[in-house]
């Protein structure tokens, strides 16, 4: 069973640093671009940031550009969201999957929340 899990959210001051992590299983993750999205309360998930298959080109939403780093370990099919300068208009909850539809089922997501 296709399975993605996101770990590494919490509670950080504004200003700090998270690393998000997402564990793909039963997937053949290095063959699909991979995307880390976010979801406000009450509001449909939007695209943060998203990387190719081999790492090599990624892309970001303007609101996260300079802050976030996406990576990606193919031998691990891991993906990561280095996330810096937090400010509390980021906090979310942030979940992983391809970036094309059909999407994967979602995983749980993990909460970030940034305080001021």
């Known amino acids: 069973q296709v399975q993605l899990v996101e770990s590494g959210g919490g509670l950080v001051q504004a200003g700090g640093s998270l690393r998000l992590s997402c564990a793909a299983s039963?997937?053949?993750?290095?063959?699909?671009?991979m995307a880390w999205y976010r979801q406000f309360p009450g509001k449909e998930r939007e695209l943060v940031a998203s990387?190719?298959?081999?790492?090599?080109?990624?892309t970001y939403a303007d609101v996260v550009k300079g802050r976030f780093t996406i990576s990606r370990d193919n031998a691990k099919n891991t993906m990561y969201l280095q996330m810096n300068s937090l400010k509390p208009e980021d906090t979310a909850v942030y979940y992983c999957?391809?970036?094309?539809?059909?999407?994967?089922?979602w995983g749980q997501g993990t909460q970030v929340t940034v305080s001021s």
């Open positions: 999957n391809k970036v094309v539809r059909p999407y994967l089922d």
């Open positions: 990387i190719s298959r081999g790492g090599w080109s990624t």
């Open positions: 039963s997937f053949p993750f290095s063959s699909n671009a």
